[in-house]
């Protein structure tokens, strides 16, 4: 049985999310249908854009995405200390630049006097959209929407386009992050659809690459802020450069499908999180199918179980074998 989202999201915890959309229509979500030898390549670049779309707009952002053939990955983070901190008009605003909002937010915009019962709707409104643009579920429904939409109305037809509900996995401290990270990157690489990260159109790694060969990070995603510290700016804890390293190297090993070696002196990033190099050329290549809920150390699981009151802890042994 599903477990309801709300029991899957604890912010307390991490802020961290790897969400995974599939598609279920013959012609896949972005590929070619062999039966009629039809293209749906252009269907990436909506994905793409709506998705950095929809990232300016929420209080969530990007770390990492792939959008692949028949499914998307995304991971994201949410930003919920922002969505408390914008003003009643800056969240009103925000939200009719994904929908047209009501009577009462379009008069407030429009400067017209409201009286008590109306301001009192209105609280009750812009607070249920507040919440809204720091929740990951609206997030996806926002954007698998728009694509189903536009596919349903390119292939002249109806019904479903994705599989279901999207999945989600709480990714709860450094380690897990990083791994999640570089296992969306690599899809490309693994899928054999590109031979290096700087190729793999459609995925993060290319536009993080494309912005640090002219010495900048990419403003549509989440920024990398360097080693944790203890006052430090919003932003990914790790190394851009080490980062994209490690990307670079672990893509090496699985291009030449064999285990291959990752050598110690070259990726520190390894050694802070504590991470083999084994066990990361299985987190690479294995990520989904070696966790199907909340991925990280054991003692991470503790408090995210007590918070969510879940007493069966999802992946603990693999989470032990691979990340402790």
């Known amino acids: 049985m599903a477990i309801a989202r709300k029991r899957q999201v604890s912010l307390v915890d991490t802020k961290y999310y790897h969400c995974i959309s599939r598609c279920v229509r013959r012609a896949f979500l972005c590929g070619v249908d062999h039966f009629t030898n039809q293209s749906y390549e252009h269907r990436r670049g909506w994905v ?4 950095l779309a929809l990232a300016k707009v929420f209080c969530i952002d990007v770390c990492a995405y792939a959008v692949m053939s028949n499914h998307t990955h995304l991971v994201l983070y949410v930003d919920d200390k922002k969505a408390k901190r914008l003003t009643d008009k800056a969240i009103i605003q925000r939200w009719h630049r994904l929908c047209k909002g009501t009577v009462l937010t379009n008069k407030y915009l429009q400067g017209e006097e409201l009286s008590k019962i109306e301001l009192l709707f209105l609280h009750e409104t812009i607070s249920e959209y507040r ?94 802020s360097g080693k944790p510290k203890k006052h430090m700016a919003k932003g990914l804890p790790f190394e851009l450069k080490s980062y994209l390293e490690l990307v670079e190297l672990t893509g090496r090993c699985i291009c030449e499908d064999k285990k291959g070696h990752i050598e110690n002196t070259t990726l520190p990033l390894l050694q802070r999180v504590n991470i083999t190099s084994e066990n ?30 879940r007493k069966r802890r999802a992946n603990v042994s693999n989470c032990e074998k691979l990340l402790a």
């Open 48 to 51: 793409e854009s709506k998705l």
């Open 131 to 224: 919440e809204r643009l720091a929740n990951i579920s609206w997030f996806m429904r926002l954007l698998n929407e728009d694509i189903a939409r536009r596919a349903n109305k390119e292939d002249n037809c109806t019904g479903r386009f994705w599989e279901g509900r999207f999945k989600s996995q709480a990714l709860l401290d450094e380690a897990a992050l990083i791994a999640c990270m570089a296992y969306v990157d690599l899809n490309p690489i693994r899928a054999k659809a590109a031979t290096t990260p700087e190729t793999s159109d459609h995925t993060s790694v290319k536009i993080r690459i494309q912005s640090a060969t002219a010495g900048k990070q990419p403003k549509q995603l989440l920024r990398f």
């Open 280 to 309: 990361w050329l299985k987190l690479t290549t294995q990520f989904s199918r070696v966790f199907h809920g909340a991925v990280g150390r054991p003692a991470s699981h503790e408090g995210y179980c007590e918070h969510l009151n």
